[in-house]
């Protein structure tokens, strides 16, 4: 399976607007695979922001994004994206695309955890300056 390439990244002023690209094929990953967004900032753990089912299309973000990123999937263009509105100085970090090829609910996982996915793109940075 291709590893997952992110970006979009870059600076932006607080309540600027920045949108994420990550390129690849969800079908390389399975029928029922699961992609999203993590960040991490440094000194802090990786951390989910928003992932979406490739097979259904069903959704799951974080609190703290939520009404203000929409993660999406283009499956002719073999691109997800992540809209990202309203930024602050909080959403500074290195954003990674990744990939599970199933479901991490199946197995008793859950979908904000990192260790749950085994498919990593080398991450783009988004800076937001106050």
């Known amino acids: 399976q291709a590893r997952p390439m992110e970006s979009g990244g870059g600076s932006v002023q607080a309540g600027g607007s920045l949108k994420l690209s990550c390129v690849a094929s969800s079908r390389s990953y399975g029928r029922s695979a699961v992609m999203g967004w993590f960040r991490q900032a440094p000194g802090k753990q990786r951390e989910a922001v928003a992932v979406?089912?490739?097979?259904?299309?069903?959704?799951f973000s974080a609190d703290s994004v939520k009404d203000r990123f929409t993660i999406s999937l283009d499956n002719t263009k073999s691109t997800m994206y992540l809209q990202m509105n309203m930024l602050t100085a909080e959403d500074s970090a290195l954003y990674y695309c990744?990939?599970?090829?199933?479901?991490?609910?199946?197995?008793?996982?859950?979908?904000?955890?990192?260790?749950?996915?085994?498919?990593w793109g080398r991450g783009t940075q988004v800076t937001v300056s106050s």
């Open positions: 979406i089912r490739t097979d259904d299309g069903t959704t």
């Open positions: 990744a990939a599970a090829s199933k479901p991490p609910w199946w197995n008793g996982g859950s979908w904000f955890n990192p260790v749950e996915y085994q498919y």
